[in-house]
């Protein structure tokens, strides 16, 4: 049987070709009018998802990289 891709997971992590899972940096919605320049300009980064989180993630997209 065909495994489901979790659409969530999908919408929010992208596989790069060499196996990285890249994730959108948090505390960037709201508020911003306290955070300094520097640090929104950080948020607008990609991230890379850390080795602990990186198993569970690619069981919830089975057929992505």
């Given at each position: 049987?065909?495994?489901?891709?979790?659409k969530?997971?999908?919408?929010?992590?992208?596989?790069?070709?060499?196996?990285?899972?890249?994730?959108?940096?948090?505390?960037?919605?709201?508020?911003?009018?306290?955070?300094?320049r520097?640090?929104?300009?950080?948020?607008?980064r990609?991230?890379?998802?850390?080795?602990?989180?990186?198993?569970?993630?690619?069981?919830?997209?089975?057929?992505?990289?």
């Open positions: 049987m065909k495994q489901k891709t979790k969530a997971a999908a919408k929010r992590f992208k596989i790069t070709k060499n196996g990285k899972i890249l994730r959108r940096s948090q505390m960037n919605n709201h508020l911003k009018a306290a955070k300094s520097s640090a929104k300009a950080r948020f607008k990609t991230s890379k998802v850390a080795d602990v989180e990186k198993r569970k993630i690619e069981r919830l997209l089975p057929y992505a990289g």
